[in-house]
């Protein structure tokens, strides 16, 4: 989320998985070990591209409710899910 800024996220302020989604198709992912989370605001990226150990190729959004189309993505690979808690 600290990376993912001009994408609109705001560190443990709030933000969307698609923005930070969005943010690592140019940027390579580091491991938690190596870029572990911490639970407080942090104002600047500190993520090392040289330990980037995957990237994101794309993403969908299933929209909500739709089980059937979310049972095709999880079969091609990870999926993210988020509850609105509002």
Do not use: H, R, W
């Not at 709030?14 to 639970?39: I, K, V, W």
């Not at 150990?53 to 999926?79: C, R, W």
Request: charged share 20%.
């Amino acid at each position: 989320m600290d990376c993912s800024f001009a994408q609109g996220n705001l560190s443990c302020g709030g933000g969307l998985m698609e923005s930070a989604f969005t943010y690592l198709e140019g940027a390579a992912l580091e491991s938690e070990e190596d870029y572990p989370y911490e639970e407080k605001f942090v104002f600047s990226c500190g993520a090392d591209p040289a330990k980037g150990v995957a990237q994101v190729t794309g993403f969908k959004q299933v929209p909500a409710n739709n089980s059937d189309e979310l049972l095709k993505y999880i079969m091609l690979g990870p999926v993210s899910v988020s509850i609105e808690a509002d």
